[in-house]
């Protein structure tokens, strides 16, 4: 059965920081790029990181550039994404994703979601 659970999400206040972790289970995870996305009130899913299956690349959506950062641990087979000066506009809830393209095939698993709420 696949598996992907996050936490670490909460409460923080503008300026603080958060670090989501996503662990996988029923999957090869190494096989699998992975990605943060989240999802505000109202808003459509956006794309927030991505990380490649060894960890090797990594990119960003520009609204947290330099901000956040997203790596792994392959033998922990877990995602994780450290979130520094946390803005207002990064309420969310943040969804971890893994996604492997074979040709035409693509194959794709979601966590249940981390609310995470930057608010004074």
């Known amino acids: 059965q696949v598996q992907l659970v996050e936490s670490g999400g909460g409460l923080v206040q503008p300026g603080g920081s958060l670090r989501l972790s996503c662990a996988a289970s029923?999957?090869?995870?190494?096989?699998?790029?992975m990605n943060w996305y989240r999802q505000a009130s109202g808003k459509e899913r956006e794309l927030v990181a991505t990380?490649?299956?060894?960890?090797?690349?990594?990119n960003y959506a520009d609204s947290v550039k330099g901000r956040f950062t997203i790596s792994r641990d392959n033998a922990k087979k877990t995602v994780y994404l450290q979130m520094n000066s946390l803005k207002p506009e990064d309420t969310a809830v943040y969804y971890c994703?893994?996604?492997?393209?074979?040709?035409?095939?693509?194959?794709?698993?979601w966590g249940q979601g981390t609310q995470v709420t930057v608010s004074s």
């Open positions: 990380i490649t299956s060894l960890g090797r690349s990594a």
């Open positions: 994703n893994a996604n492997r393209r074979i040709g035409a095939a693509e194959y794709e698993y």
């Open positions: 029923g999957f090869t995870f190494g096989w699998y790029d």
